[in-house]
């Protein structure tokens, strides 16, 4: 397949099981998430197997540290070949990460303000603009730092679209099927009213990962977006 929107997420302990989904995607998918989990088990080793077979990866680590770090960790990532990956939306790290990546072809992707936290969480951190505000200044941030893109929910796309203009990548998770079961997310959105909503790609996980039959769920999300 040349282009899909489609990104599965690889939320798996071990290498093997994430190696047999793959497996039974076959050529059905090209472009997979690595998350902190299947990091923290197998390392860059996994990102490295699935660009020898000719697939896509979004690495999907949320750097946050000092610049110097960010740097040093991004220049390592884009030498490794991974095409996406995402670091939290704050002007440092972003300057940092945009320098590591020098002129490789590593997309960054800004994480605005994490899904889990809500208006609570973000005035307890002591920011008085609330949420939706916070994310359209990180999202402006993003793009004066010069970042590819933005992780944003598919409900709020169409929102960040119209700050970051058409050049942007969007890529939203929390997209389900109509009729698939939601498991933790509450905000969720079919794949049909992400890509309508201005998404360029969103990632599906436990609907196709954890299906018996994983690449019929895959094919089954495809014809919806045809
Ligand atoms: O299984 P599910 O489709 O819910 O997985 C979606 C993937 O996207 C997971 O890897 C999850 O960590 C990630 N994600 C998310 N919601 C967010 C941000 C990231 O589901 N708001």
Same mark, same amino acid.
């Given at each position: 397949?040349?282009?899909?929107?489609?990104?599965?997420?690889?939320?798996?302990?071990?290498?093997?099981?994430?190696?047999?989904?793959?497996?039974?995607?076959?050529?059905?998918?090209?472009?997979? +998430?690595?998350?902190?989990?299947?990091?923290?088990?197998?390392?860059?080793?996994?990102?490295?197997?699935?660009?020898?077979?000719?697939?896509?990866?979004?690495?999907?680590?949320?750097?946050?540290?000092?610049?110097?770090? &960010?740097?040093?960790? =991004?220049?390592?990532?884009?030498?490794?070949?991974?095409?996406?990956?995402?670091?939290?939306?704050?002007?440092?790290?972003?300057?940092?990460? &945009?320098?590591?990546?020098?002129?490789?072809?590593?997309?960054?992707?800004?994480? #605005?303000?994490?899904?889990?936290?809500?208006?609570?969480?973000?005035?307890?951190?002591?920011?008085?603009?609330? &949420?939706?505000?916070?994310?359209?200044?990180?999202?402006?941030?993003?793009?004066?730092?010069?970042?590819?893109?933005? =992780?944003?929910?598919?409900?709020?796309?169409?929102?960040?679209?119209?700050?970051?203009?058409?050049?942007?990548?969007?890529? #939203?998770?929390?997209?389900?099927?109509?009729?698939?079961?939601?498991?933790?997310?509450?905000?969720?959105?079919?794949?049909?009213?992400?890509? +309508?909503?201005?998404?360029?790609?969103?990632?599906?996980?436990?609907? =196709?990962?954890?299906?018996?039959?994983?690449?019929?769920?895959?094919?089954?999300?495809?014809?919806?977006?045809?």
């Amino acid at each position: 397949m040349t282009h899909s929107p489609i990104i599965v997420a690889l939320d798996f302990e071990t290498a093997e099981e994430a190696r047999s989904l793959v497996r039974a995607l076959g050529v059905t998918a090209g472009f997979y +998430k690595v998350g902190l989990e299947l990091y923290a088990a197998t390392g860059m080793d996994f990102v490295h197997e699935l660009k020898q077979q000719g697939h896509r990866v979004f690495l999907d680590l949320k750097l946050y540290d000092i610049g110097e770090t &960010v740097r040093r960790a =991004v220049a390592q990532i884009a030498r490794a070949g991974a095409d996406f990956l995402t670091i939290h939306a704050m002007r440092p790290i972003m300057a940092a990460a &945009v320098e590591g990546k020098g002129d490789s072809d590593l997309k960054l992707l800004g994480v #605005t303000v994490l899904t889990s936290f809500d208006e609570q969480d973000v005035r307890a951190m002591g920011y008085a603009l609330g &949420v939706s505000k916070l994310v359209e200044l990180r999202v402006r941030h993003a793009m004066e730092k010069g970042l590819d893109g933005i =992780v944003c929910s598919a409900l709020e796309a169409a929102r960040v679209r119209k700050i970051t203009g058409p050049e942007a990548i969007l890529v #939203t998770p929390g997209v389900r099927s109509t009729g698939a079961n939601a498991g933790d997310q509450k905000r969720i959105a079919t794949p049909a009213q992400a890509i +309508k909503n201005g998404a360029n790609y969103f990632v599906i996980g436990r609907q =196709v990962t954890r299906s018996a039959e994983p690449r019929d769920e895959l094919l089954k999300i495809l014809s919806e977006i045809a």
